[in-house]
């Protein structure tokens, strides 16, 4: 409320204003005077805060308008802005007396112009294209003629009678209609759910699973085809496990949904003919080629037929051979006969000559007995001969090594000396005074002790007394 009093010492009637009070009526001014306004501009500096509001601002050659869309209307644009996007904003603009500027609430956004769409739509292709969705090898083959086709599509629309018009004039099909919008903010979601509903279905359920599905809608501008366009459609129809035609406006019509799915349609009705052969043709081609098979198998009958007979009067008289073969068969029966007699009679008497050759067994072992008795007893002499010899030689071989033996010199008096390690002691110089040593006479052995060298005698072993020395006090007995 405008306060119009004024101070006595006010040297002017101009009214005096609070900075609330002159913010609140720049506000109703600007929203009774833009309460709906329409404004074409490119989106700068966009971000959606964590509220899920949209701040951006408006900008074109001359100035700046800040923009904000709420949470509530974000979700229903039916375009995802983004920064450089030429867009027309619909919506009402007011004040933000906090900072003292104005700004547009925004209510719908669209593309300025069909040249935003189609870059849009340029740079939307370049992105799934270079995530494979559009490759070759990704593209299923078509069913030849399915039993079950799903059509997605308005059920309100020319389309769908196009469709089933078409297929009931050439073959007849089972047909799933699944009814989207084909045009506005909900057509993409509708669709892709449509895609996946498809692909949901399992083999053998209540509802059957179609066998090919036609994505179809009929002609439009750029605007009322974008449905189609959309990435979410798009992914749908690029993954979907059922071959997808699309069929989406005219001929020249190209949206994005044709380069994912397996086989595109200039026309909703070409879909139809895409989808299914025509009977009347089916039918006349299996009856023309029906005919061509019965003329193929007649002809190559005849064909057989001729060569056999050819074959057959090249072949020899069959009675003839048979005649001659038997009559040879007769003689070597009767050949054989004799000549099985005649061998057995051969046979007979080789048999007796070599049985009449033969000796009695009791004579050959009485010779056999005679001429072993004869070489056992030659043996035994040889036997005792030649252990008389070896006796000889054992007897002399003996006398000669005990004349060799060193026990022979032992008798002649000399000695064997062995060290402590019993090992033969061949020089004086192998002991040393106080080693004990063994000494082997002719009669025993004998334990010593080594005394020095210079006296030359043997020390008595350790525990038996050296013998006295006589006293030379004492005479001579001698």
């Not at 074109?60 to 039916?78: F, N, Q």
């Not at 018009?165 to 892709?192: C, K, S």
């Not at 043996?379 to 008389?388: E, N, P, S, V, W």
């Not at 000889?392 to 006398?399: H, K």
């Amino acid at each position: 409320m405008i306060n119009d009093t004024s101070s006595v010492n006010t040297p002017s009637n101009v009214p005096i204003f609070s900075v609330g009070e002159i913010s609140n009526a720049l506000k109703i001014t600007v929203e009774e005077t833009f309460d709906r306004v329409r404004v074409r501009g490119e989106i700068s500096g966009f971000k959606r805060a964590a509220s899920g509001h949209l701040y951006f601002t408006l900008k074109d050659e001359a100035a700046v308008l800040d923009g904000i869309c709420w949470r509530g209307t974000a979700g229903k644009l039916s375009i995802a802005p983004e920064d450089g996007m030429e867009v027309i904003a619909t919506g009402r603009l007011t004040t933000y007396g906090a900072r003292s500027k104005y700004q547009m609430v925004v209510e719908s956004m669209e593309l300025a112009g069909e040249g935003a769409l189609l870059k849009m739509l340029e740079d939307r292709r370049k992105k799934l294209a270079a995530e494979g969705l559009f490759d070759e090898d990704r593209k299923q083959p078509l069913p030849y003629l399915p039993e079950v086709i799903g059509v997605i599509t308005s059920p309100t629309g020319a389309v769908i009678r196009d469709i089933l018009h078409r297929l009931d004039d050439r073959f007849g099909r089972h047909v799933l209609l699944w009814p989207v919008l084909v045009q506005g903010d909900t057509a993409a979601a509708q669709i892709t759910a449509a895609i996946k509903g498809f692909n949901a279905l399992p083999k053998g359920g209540d509802t059957p699973r179609p066998d090919l599905i036609i994505v179809a809608r009929g002609g439009g501008s750029l605007e009322d085809l974008w449905a189609f366009n959309e990435e979410a459609v798009v992914r749908a129809a690029a993954n979907s496990t059922i071959p997808l035609v699309s069929a989406v406006g005219h001929e020249t019509d190209t949206t994005l949904i044709d380069f994912a799915s397996d086989r595109r349609a200039p026309t909703p009705t070409a879909a139809a003919e895409i989808a299914v052969p025509v009977r009347a043709e089916l039918a006349a081609q299996l009856m023309d080629d029906g005919t061509r098979l019965m003329t193929a198998m007649n002809r190559r009958l005849g064909d057989s037929r001729l060569h056999l007979q050819g074959t057959v009067r090249g072949l020899p008289n069959l009675t003839r051979l048979l005649g001659e073969s038997a009559q040879r068969l007769d003689d070597w029966s009767e050949r054989l006969g004799n000549a099985l007699t005649s061998g057995i009679s051969a046979k007979r008497s080789v048999l007796g000559e070599a049985g009449g050759q033969l000796r009695r067994p009791d004579h050959l072992i009485r010779r056999g007995g005679d001429r072993l008795k004869s070489e056992i007893r030659a043996l035994k002499l040889a036997g005792r001969a030649l252990i008389k010899e070896k006796t000889s030689d054992f007897s002399r071989a003996s006398g000669l090594l005990e004349s060799y033996s060193y026990t022979r010199v032992l008798d002649r008096g000399f000695a064997l000396v062995r060290d402590a390690n019993d090992s033969p002691v061949m020089s004086a110089t192998q002991v040393s005074a106080g080693d004990q040593v063994n000494v082997t006479f002719h009669d025993g052995p004998r334990h010593m002790l080594v005394t020095d060298g210079e006296s030359g005698k043997l020390k008595a072993p350790p525990g038996k007394a050296e013998p006295k020395k006589p006293n030379d006090d004492q005479g001579s007995l001698l």
